[in-house]
């Protein structure tokens, strides 16, 4: 089970830090991501961090979003800054392991202008 926290109301350029905790050992999993969902649209892949601790960026958040784990903790994380309003949507973690793909639920993350 993946938990999702985090999300909140923020002026433009604010920040907010985004908490995935796992229920599960995250070192089993092969990958992990963040995904969001604006109102009226589908959902979009933000930012991937693999097993070995690669990451990748969805080009529009590169260089203010950055994704992190804590093997430790059983976490993900994804420290947002420099918010826009196009950046408002529900947030969701996203989990792959060879025999498992696992969704968390949502947090609303609102940037007002």
């Known amino acids: 089970q993946l938990q999702a926290s985090g999300g909140g109301v923020v002026q433009a350029g604010g920040s907010l830090r985004l908490t995935c905790a796992s229920s599960?050992?995250?070192?089993?999993?092969?990958?992990m991501a963040w995904y969001r969902q604006a109102p009226g649209n589908g959902r979009e892949w933000v930012a991937t961090?693999?097993?070995?601790?690669?990451?990748k960026y969805k080009d529009s958040v590169k260089g203010r979003f950055t994704i992190s784990r804590d093997n430790a903790k059983n976490t993900m994380y994804l420290q947002m800054n420099g918010l826009k309003p196009d950046n408002t949507a529900n947030y969701y973690c996203?989990?792959?392991?060879?025999?498992?793909?696992?969704w968390g639920q949502g947090t609303q993350v609102t940037v007002s202008s």
């Open positions: 961090i693999d097993n070995d601790g690669t990451t």
């Open positions: 599960r050992n995250i070192g089993s999993f092969t990958f």
């Open positions: 996203n989990a792959a392991s060879p025999f498992s793909y696992l």
